[in-house]
């Protein structure tokens, strides 16, 4: 039978959106080399364009392969398994970065594991040594909160590979409400950073905004009347002619609104998932103040801790690939997925039970 030790160190590889990421890890989940590239050409642009996004994949991934293994002091035929994010995501990118790492398995004839991406967000937070040293670890089940530009769901992790969607959005992710707004307000791409910079000058209670589903039964998200409600506001002066205090307003407002839904939205949650032992947020929106400020307060009153891993595994990165890979392989999953294809929209529920071990079914 193949033992964890023989199946790593691991090389996992992250194409699903605009980062190109690589990282190895070892059989306890030690990170022996990491390595993120952000595309910058998309700023220009106003937003993510796929296939300008795969291209760059596809330049880059080779040298960002080598930096990986340089930093970890290996070499190829030392990696044991390869793994990628094979969806959801941008189809190109998953095409991209599953092919290289199916391509590197093949000519080291080692194991190839296709990861759910949003499973990587929600299980990085168990990686060994993220957290606070007070909570040496996060064990099943927890609520996790999923925020960024591409999504926005709340889940029940109830145990690896068992996982329980509460809600999710039903028209823009929270990141991408927070990038619209952002752009009405003429601040640059990715704005949720900006957004939050300019709120500081603002007062939150300037303008009064929709709170979309707040107190609806449930766990689910909306975000899209309160981006119009903004446009509403903006509607009135003409083209960059909107006042800096009044921009700054119209942030801290649309901040305060967004924390509103998410606080409620948590609370929610959590009537829906009674058990959970801790409350932990991921994705890019997480980088958010005021919003941790508020979810922090919902886990206190339901006297759980409330984590938020380090920032660069929050966004987009390959040692939450190669952490779910780990987590499955300790769980008895078989790696040979070789002949998984990329999957655009792939819900987390799919693909249970676990296919046993070989060795499990001998007599
Ligand atoms: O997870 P991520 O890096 O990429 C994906 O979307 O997968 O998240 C990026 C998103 C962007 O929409 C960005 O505007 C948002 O996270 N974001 C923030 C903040 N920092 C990043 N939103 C609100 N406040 C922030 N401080
Ligand atoms: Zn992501």
């Given amino acids: 039978m193949s033992s964890l030790a023989s199946l790593t160190p691991l090389l996992a590889i992250e194409t699903s959106c605009d980062d190109t990421a690589c990282a190895i890890l070892d059989a306890q989940g030690h990170i022996l080399g990491e390595s993120v590239l952000s595309q910058e050409s998309h700023a220009a642009l106003g937003g993510v364009v796929p296939e300008i996004a795969a291209r760059a994949h596809l330049d880059i991934l080779p040298e960002i392969v080598d930096l990986t293994l340089k930093r970890a002091g290996l070499t190829l035929d030392e990696i044991a398994l390869f793994a990628a994010t094979i969806g959801p995501g941008l189809i190109g990118g998953l095409i991209v970065g599953s092919s290289y790492a199916k391509g590197l398995a093949m000519a ?28 040496p670890s996060l064990n099943f ?3 996790a909160l999923l925020v960024s530009g591409g999504h926005c769901q709340c889940v029940s992790v109830e145990e690896t590979g068992h996982y329980r969607l509460l809600g999710g959005t039903i028209d823009d992710a929270a990141g991408e409400a927070f990038d619209k707004v952002a752009k009405m307000l003429g601040l640059g791409w990715p704005g ?7 709120a500081r000058e603002g007062n939150d209670m300037a303008f009064s905004l929709p709170r979309p589903l707040k107190g609806r039964d449930g766990c689910n998200f909306s975000f899209s ?3 119009t409600a903004v446009a509403r506001l903006i509607a009135p002066y003409g083209n960059g002619a909107l006042p800096r205090q009044i921009a700054a307003d119209i942030a801290a407002s649309f901040q305060r609104a967004v924390a509103d839904v998410m606080e409620d939205r948590a609370e929610h949650a959590l009537l829906l998932a009674p058990t959970s032992t801790a409350l932990v947020v991921a994705g890019g929106v997480a980088a958010n103040h005021v919003l941790r400020e508020r979810l922090k307060k ?6 759980i801790p409330f984590l938020a891993p380090p920032l660069r595994l929050c966004t987009d990165n390959a040692v939450m690939i190669g952490w779910a890979a780990l987590e499955r392989l300790a769980q008895g999953e078989y790696p040979d997925d070789s002949a998984l294809a990329p999957r655009p929209r792939w819900p987390l529920a799919e693909r249970q039970p676990y296919r046993p071990l070989p060795m499990e079914n001998a007599q």
């Fill in 141 to 143: 089940p927890y609520l």
């Fill in 108 to 135: 080291q004839n080692k194991p190839f594991m296709g990861i759910n991406h949003i499973e990587g967000h929600i299980l990085v937070p168990r990686l060994p040594n993220v957290l606070a040293e007070d909570i």
């Fill in 298 to 303: 919902v886990a206190q009153r339901h006297d």
């Fill in 192 to 198: 949720g950073p900006a957004l939050e910079k300019l």
């Fill in 225 to 227: 009347g309160l981006k």
